[in-house]
T-cell receptor, first 114, second 112 residues
Framework: KAGVTQTPRYLIKTRGQQVTLSCSPI?????VSWYQQTPGQGLQFLFE???????NKGNFPGRFSGRQFSNSRSEMNVSTLELGDSALYLC?????????????FGEGSWLTVV | QKEVEQNSGPLSVPEGAIASLNCTYS??????FFWYRQYSGKSPELIMS????GDKEDGRFTAQLNKASQYVSLLIRDSQPSDSATYLC????????????FGKGTRLSVIA
């Protein structure tokens, strides 16, 4: 069974640009969560989507947005990039009916803003 | 504000010893508890989940939960250099309707 797949794995962007990250969850999982990980702040929750609806949202500015498609695939977008947005962005999927709230992470997308 | 606290380490143990990692949490209503291992430059991978008070063993790993003390721990027996990583504690409610809250992790170093 394939795990959570994230693309792209590595990317470099310039301040002010925007970026879109993609996530394909484990087959059958309908919940997708996004986290930002930085050395100083650790893992911080961005948002969670379930059945194409945003179910939870973390404390991030509106520049961070996401969506989920009918096939459960998800994208997140960061607009007007700032240097502080450099981080590892992790997507995680879960299936509340099967695995409770256990989440499984993808390999992440390393974003560097210069 | 729900918080999960871990000692950042590094925790250094000799090969073959028992490594003990600890975590406390602030939300008394928490029902689910997880340990993830993260190697440098990699994403977190699930090691253990525990939902009831007491011990849960899986191979060399034992998770211990004490809800009254709001405390969860991970013991690694016969520690190996390959266990050197950052261990993240995560806490949540049951049902998957709220996001997990993660600690900042404890860095473990197993010395050969």
């Amino acid at each position: 069974k394939a795990g959570v797949t994230q693309t792209p794995r590595y990317l470099i962007k310039t301040r002010g640009q925007q970026v879109t990250l993609s996530c394909s969850p484990i087959s059958g999982h309908r919940s997708v969560s996004w986290y930002q990980q930085t050395p100083g702040q650790g893992l911080q929750f961005l948002f969670e989507y379930f059945s194409e609806t945003q179910r939870n949202k973390g404390n991030f500015p509106g520049r961070f947005s996401g969506r989920q498609f009918s096939n459960s695939r998800s994208e997140m977008n960061v607009s007007t990039l700032e240097l502080g947005d450099s981080a590892l962005y992790l997507c995680a999927s879960s299936s509340p009916g099967i695995s409770g709230n256990t989440i499984y992470f993808g390999e992440g997308s390393w974003l560097t803003v210069v | 504000q729900k918080e999960v606290e871990q000692n950042s380490g590094p925790l250094s143990v000799p090969e073959g010893a028992i490594a003990s990692l600890n975590c406390t949490y602030s939300d008394r209503g928490s029902q689910s508890f997880f340990w993830y291992r993260q190697y440098s430059g990699k994403s977190p991978e699930l090691i253990m989940s525990i939902y009831s008070n007491g011990d849960k063993e899986d191979g060399r790993f034992t998770a211990q939960l004490n809800k009254a003390s709001q405390y969860v721990s991970l013991l690694i027996r016969d520690s190996q250099p390959s266990d050197s990583a950052t261990y993240l504690c995560a806490v949540g409610a049951w049902g998957g309707n709220t996001p997990l809250v993660f600690g900042k992790g404890t860095r473990l170093s197993v010395i050969a």
